[in-house]
């Protein structure tokens, strides 16, 4: 509860940042719907998202105070990382959905496919058995994934804010030192509660935002949960730095 406090806080003092953040954000988003131009503008807008979280992560990283000011003009020099931090994403997502794929084929879905057009439906039952367990799985690392967002941030943090060190960062949870960590009592209460609340916030910034005329209410509450996440990262980057030296 002392780093939501502290979101809190930090927020409350930022919000003229805050403002600023989400006209740019809105904009961005309006220029996405432009042909040809739109697809590397969407790319920028999820870098730039990117941006805003490493840059309050890091700058309480270094100050440990609720008080720090924030520059808008400052996102800038996280525009870096940031490409790195997207780039994981891809890739990321790409392997997995590699990996999702290729269970399909281990689970028989060619050979399904093959006897379906041959008008023969025996063992389907069977697969669909399977796919339906795969498809817990695939879930449930998807919800592992999402819980480990701002220990994504903290690693880049603890390594050293570079286009590498975020990039790779992306892939930590899923290492042998890096699922150990997450399921430490250290990460666990931070992240369970950051899921949780993040969740809730999320669900009720979608309900405000679809309702159009509380539109920039929505935008507030998703700059608060960019701000909660990056000071959960923050918050626990310096126990991974000191696991590194």
Same mark, same amino acid.
């Given at each position: 509860?002392e780093?939501?406090?502290a979101?809190w806080?930090?927020f409350?003092r930022?919000?003229?940042f805050?403002?600023?953040?989400?006209v740019?954000?809105?904009l961005?988003? &309006?220029?996405t719907?432009?042909?040809v131009? /739109?697809?590397?503008?969407?790319?920028?807008?999820s870098?730039?998202?990117?941006a805003?979280?490493l840059? %309050?992560?890091?700058?309480y990283f270094?100050?440990?105070?609720?008080?720090i000011q *924030?520059?808008?003009?400052s996102? @800038?020099d996280y525009?870096?990382?940031s490409?790195?931090?997207?780039? /994981?994403?891809?890739v990321?997502?790409l *392997?997995?959905?590699s990996?999702f794929?290729? +269970?399909i084929? *281990?689970?028989?879905?060619? $050979?399904? +496919?093959?006897?379906?057009?041959?008008g023969?439906k025996?063992g389907?039952?069977g697969l669909i058995?399977a796919m339906?367990?795969l498809v817990i799985?695939?879930?449930?690392v998807?919800?592992?994934?999402?819980?480990? %967002?701002?220990?994504?941030? &903290?690693?880049?943090?603890?390594? $050293?804010?570079?286009f590498?060190?975020?990039?790779?960062?992306?892939?930590?949870?899923?290492?042998?030192?890096?699922?150990k960590?997450?399921?430490?009592?250290?990460?666990?209460?931070?992240?369970?509660?950051?899921?949780l609340?993040?969740?809730v916030l999320?669900?009720l910034?979608?309900?405000?935002?679809?309702?159009i005329?509380?539109?920039?209410l929505a935008a507030?509450?998703?700059?608060f949960?960019?701000?909660?996440?990056a000071?959960?990262?923050a918050?626990?980057?310096p126990?991974? @730095?000191q696991?590194?030296?």
């Amino acid at each position: 509860m002392e780093v939501l406090e502290a979101s809190w806080q930090v927020f409350k003092r930022n919000i003229v940042f805050y403002v600023i953040y989400s006209v740019v954000y809105v904009l961005l988003l &309006a220029l996405t719907l432009l042909p040809v131009l /739109g697809l590397f503008v969407s790319i920028f807008l999820s870098i730039y998202g990117f941006a805003g979280v490493l840059y %309050i992560s890091y700058t309480y990283f270094l100050e440990n105070r609720e008080d720090i000011q *924030l520059e808008f003009a400052s996102i @800038k020099d996280y525009l870096v990382p940031s490409a790195g931090m997207y780039l /994981g994403v891809l890739v990321l997502t790409l *392997l997995s959905m590699s990996v999702f794929f290729l +269970l399909i084929l *281990l689970f028989g879905g060619i $050979g399904f +496919l093959g006897d379906f057009m041959r008008g023969q439906k025996e063992g389907g039952l069977g697969l669909i058995l399977a796919m339906t367990i795969l498809v817990i799985f695939m879930l449930l690392v998807a919800l592992y994934y999402l819980y480990s %967002i701002p220990a994504n941030i &903290a690693k880049a943090l603890a390594d $050293g804010l570079s286009f590498e060190r975020s990039f790779l960062a992306r892939f930590y949870p899923f290492t042998p030192s890096g699922v150990k960590d997450l399921m430490s009592g250290d990460y666990l209460k931070l992240g369970l509660l950051w899921s949780l609340i993040v969740s809730v916030l999320g669900l009720l910034g979608v309900i405000l935002l679809i309702l159009i005329i509380t539109i920039p209410l929505a935008a507030l509450i998703m700059c608060f949960i960019m701000t909660y996440t990056a000071m959960v990262g923050a918050s626990f980057a310096p126990k991974l @730095k000191q696991a590194t030296t």
